[in-house]
């Protein structure tokens, strides 16, 4: 197949919802369906990161805490255990004395699972279209798609407001400018504004946040997840789900952190990892892109089978996106994807 790629920035652009250096990667979904993909998932980035010949994922745990009796709690184990992954189920002491650096109040527990991890996004973008060009994929950059035809030859493209290629299938995957491009399909979907910051580590307790020596995690009761100190900058990574978001226009977002962005952050760690400051080392805003019940939302164009979208990842679809991407690959040439992808129907909404 001859492959065209169309993005409107530059490759690994900051402007959407896959840059950086860390998203999360975990089997600790409170469904099954996303566990069984995140298995998959992992094998795929295993591969990729082979061919790619650099590291992409590190696997250093994740530890999800909370009351045992919480809705992400109870769906975490189920979910482990329907899909028979390993896990431990801790006590508050016990993750005080495996992994001092968190407070826990005495009635929460935490799972923790061994193959929880994180990606490093803007490798994982770069190696991807590295790799697709040197199996003879052509990239444009710095071309909007403003417009598609449809016609008894094929697809026909606008490109940045003039006719461009016709093709025979088009996949869309356009993050938060997805409702733009997919008017027709009529998606619910809202795009939202989420900040994240790294605070600083108080003097002497680094190593204790090293990746191997601490975990990424996810408070079920705040909403609230984070990383291992990694890479160039200082501090540890901390931000909150899309909860905490608000609604906004993809190109004009306000990318300016304020006092109000900062400091529920540093509120959750003064109670939840003492060991880190109130110092702000680096923030930046990034954009979610929500459906209403926060799953994926995977389909074609009304009465038009050859145009493929993946949309409304809601803040957790970066791990998955490498066997999204292979899902739409497959729907549009017409192939089994190997899921029962009826969960991520468009339908769901018109229902």
Aim: hydrophobic share 40%; aromatic share 8%.
């Amino acid at each position: 197949h001859e492959v065209l790629l169309v993005e409107q920035f530059e490759v690994d652009h900051d402007r959407g919802s896959s840059y950086g250096d860390s998203r999360v990667t975990r089997l600790t979904y409170h469904e099954p369906i996303y566990t069984a993909m995140m298995v998959e998932a992992y094998r795929l980035w295993e591969a990729l990161q082979a061919e790619a010949d650099e590291l992409l994922q590190s696997r250093c745990g994740i530890l999800v805490f909370g009351k045992p009796t919480h809705s992400e709690i109870l769906g975490t184990i189920r979910s482990l255990e329907a899909n028979g992954v390993p896990y431990e189920r801790l006590d508050a002491a016990e993750v005080a004395r495996r992994l001092p650096q968190f407070r826990l109040d005495r009635d929460e527990v935490g799972i923790w699972q061994a193959d929880g991890g994180f990606l490093r996004p803007s490798r994982c973008v770069r190696a991807n279209v590295r790799l697709a060009r040197a199996h003879g994929a052509t990239l444009l950059e710095r071309t909007a798609v403003t417009g598609l035809s449809r016609g008894p030859s094929g697809l026909t493209l606008e490109l940045d407001g003039r006719p461009g290629p016709t093709v025979d299938r088009v996949v869309v995957t356009a993050g938060p400018w997805a409702s733009r491009l997919l008017a027709e399909a009529g998606l619910p979907l809202t795009v939202t504004r989420q900040v994240y910051v790294f605070l600083r580590i108080r003097p002497g307790a680094e190593r204790a946040f090293e990746v191997g020596r601490f975990p990424v995690w996810l408070d079920a009761e705040a909403d609230a997840y984070g990383f291992p100190a990694h890479g160039a900058i200082p501090g540890v990574k901390l931000a909150f789900f899309h909860a905490h978001g608000t609604p906004t226009d993809p190109d004009r977002v306000d990318r300016e952190v304020r006092e109000e962005d900062r400091e529920p952050l540093r509120a959750w760690a003064r109670r939840r990892l003492p060991d880190l400051t109130d110092e702000v080392t680096y923030e930046k805003v990034c954009l979610y892109t929500n459906t209403p019940d926060l799953d994926f939302v995977i389909g074609t164009l009304p009465e038009e089978p050859r145009v493929v979208y993946v949309a409304g990842l809601s803040g957790h679809g970066f791990k998955f996106t490498v066997l999204l991407g292979r899902i739409a690959a497959d729907l549009a040439l017409g192939l089994d994807p190997g899921f029962d992808l009826s969960r991520f129907s468009p339908a769901r909404f018109s229902r």
